[in-house]
């Protein structure tokens, strides 16, 4: 009598093992295995420089959430039917590429916790392009303790007639800052659904550069209007 009351204990104990084991395994799965997330933050500021050439994103990697991905493209066989702007230097490019039914979608393309300098810039290329202008979005984000800064917003650049590769810089840390810090940069973008919607972004460059305050008129409008949110 206890025998058969016990079997459905036994039952759930295998059931349950059985589901640990499956998720375990997917777990593995689900792991890429990148030798940059294993370097000290120190040792991968000086990895994020990126100019794709090579037809990797790494150390930057994606993180979108849905149908929508960050794909190294080449400008000789775009994926979306149309090229971009001649690029200006090579001939690779990070881009926003959607599946065959162009679902529109959020794009997240991060770095691993690095140690940012002070006086630290970040520069690089984009190109941006939709039906409506203001559709599509592409922002840089910097993380540290929790919180999330806007440091780039660049969806104005999002019109009809945009064909030109843009190149856009901004200090990392604020002008405050006077100890290296880790952080982490994020590029959210938003691209839409329409034939015409692109976002691409090209030559990632992050270096020192100890005599930079507020520079070029272009930068002041995006820092100062940065936006302080939590991360969810
Ligand atoms: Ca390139």
Not at 27 to 43: A, E, I, K, N, Y
Not at 100 to 113: A, C, D, F, Y
């Amino acid at each position: 009598m206890i025998k058969y009351l016990l079997l459905p204990f036994f039952l759930l104990i295998a059931f349950c093992s059985a589901g640990r084991v499956q998720l375990s395994k997917q777990d593995v799965r689900g792991q890429v295995f990148r030798p940059f997330m294993l370097v000290d933050p120190l040792t991968a500021r000086s990895l994020l420089d990126n100019d794709f050439e090579s037809g990797t994103e790494d150390p930057w990697y994606d993180s979108s959430p849905n149908t929508v991905h960050w794909v190294v493209e080449d400008y000789s066989a775009p994926a979306a039917n149309y090229p971009p702007p001649t690029p200006l230097n090579g001939t690779k490019y990070l881009r926003a590429t959607r599946n065959e039914e162009l679902s529109p979608g959020l794009l997240i393309l991060r770095t691993v916790v690095f140690t940012a300098l002070p006086g630290d810039v970040i520069s690089f290329g984009f190109w941006i392009r939709s039906k409506y202008t203001g559709g599509n979005t592409l922002d840089l984000v910097v993380f540290m303790d929790g919180v999330e800064t806007t440091l780039l917003a660049l969806s104005s650049y999002s019109t009809s007639v945009n064909f030109e590769w843009r190149r856009m810089s901004t200090p990392i840390l604020g002008e405050s800052f006077t100890q290296p810090t880790d952080v982490t940069l994020i590029f959210y973008a938003y691209c839409g659904g329409d034939v015409n919607d692109a976002i691409a972004i090209d030559d990632i460059v992050v270096e020192s550069n100890p005599g930079f305050k507020s520079s070029s008129s272009e930068n002041k409008p995006a820092v100062k209007g940065a936006k302080m949110h939590q991360q969810v």
